[in-house]
């Protein structure tokens, strides 16, 4: 199998990281003063092997129960989980592409085979995922590397049309607005995965969630790590979820941002997708992707290139700080 292959994370000199979807602003205070607490005599110890804190405290944030809340090392660790639970050897998968390629690799590890259908376009992603017969159906929205969001009507259809779980990928969730969670109570196939590292900015801390029925989150429990998220994380999500107006500040900053720089690029010529994440997809045009990537990785900037069939010609661009997006439409120039 092919590996999955992450955004570039470069170890010398200052780039501007323009490729890895990553929050260009801190989390909370309250989470530097949470984590430098947690690392004292405690690390000695195992933590809580479901961080019941955490499940607590995104229990009460996300208006469910404690037992609905399933905590991972980052979202990608709760799509193995509930991938690991689920899909048997040449047990299918379907998704629309393009989307996050790890599920293509988080599916060839457990054995299972990817029936990948093309992405209509124009939101019906979702539309295109009924008709299939999958017994297990990922949904990711809003999608990378388009940033197009999903309805949660459509997302209802998924559900009501399929007999085995549909997993709803909301890591970019609070920039769009809107999520899957009010429908829980309504389909016990749904699966809700949620991402701290995006809009709450903690990244390097690896935390996600999952928010599902009480049942198959006790199944899903069977498959986990023993202790897969640790208390440093731990204590970082809860004191990231107890200041919810410091994230929500963040993300108003970040799809201001998002909304300026694309209106410019648009001025200029250039044909930017819209998106309701904080990321975007740029068309280069006749100078294709990989030389946009080039031209910019030399003046210490990166996007992401993706070497994919379809996505060739463009390069998807993370939202950074009002600095960093000057310097991006200052090295980009004119298409």
């Known amino acids: 199998m092919r590996g999955y292959v992450p955004g570039e994370q470069p170890r010398g000199g200052r780039f501007i990281k323009l490729n890895t979807n990553e929050n260009p602003y801190p989390p909370s205070p309250r989470v530097v003063r949470a984590v430098t607490r947690a690392a ?26 404690a037992e609905q809340v399933l905590v991972g090392n980052g979202s990608d660790d709760l799509l193995a989980i509930c991938l690991r639970a689920c899909v048997g050897q040449g047990g299918e998968v379907a998704f ?42 990922l949904i990711c929205t809003p999608g990378s590397p388009y940033g197009e969001p999903v309805a949660v009507e459509a997302i209802r259809r998924v559900a009501e049309a399929s007999s085995g779980m549909v997993v709803v990928d909301e890591a970019y969730g609070d920039f769009a607005g809107r999520s899957a969670l009010g429908i829980l109570d309504e389909y016990s196939n749904v699966v809700v995965v949620r991402s701290l590292s995006k809009s709450f900015s903690l990244a390097g801390a690896r935390v996600g969630l999952v928010f599902a029925s ?11 790590d023993s202790y897969n998220v640790s208390r440093l994380s731990s204590a970082a999500g809860v004191a990231a979820l107890e200041d919810l107006d410091w994230m929500r500040a963040n993300v108003e900053r970040v799809v201001a941002t998002r909304e300026r720089v694309t209106g410019v690029l648009r001025e200029r010529g250039w044909t930017v997708r819209d998106s309701a ?49 000057n310097r991006f439409l200052e090295a980009l120039g004119e298409p």
């Open 214 to 224: 009480s049942p198959v989150v006790r199944e899903l429990i069977k498959v986990k």
């Open 40 to 65: 004292g005599e405690d690390l000695r110890l195992y933590p809580s092997p479901c961080a019941d804190e955490l499940r607590d405290k995104a229990a009460e944030v996300y208006g469910t129960r």
């Open 277 to 325: 994440a904080n990321f975007f997809w740029l068309d280069c045009g006749d100078l294709g992707g990989r030389a946009v990537y080039v031209i910019l990785r030399d003046q210490r900037i990166l996007v992401r290139w993706f070497d994919e069939p379809g996505l060739r010609g463009g390069v998807r661009v993370s939202v950074g700080s009002d600095a960093d997006m």
């Open 96 to 137: 629309s592409v393009p989307t996050y390629f790890v599920y293509r690799t988080l599916v060839e590890i457990v054995g299972g085979r990817c029936t990948e259908i093309a992405d209509p376009g124009g939101g019906r992603v979702a539309d295109a995922l009924v008709e299939s017969k999958a017994p297990i159906k």
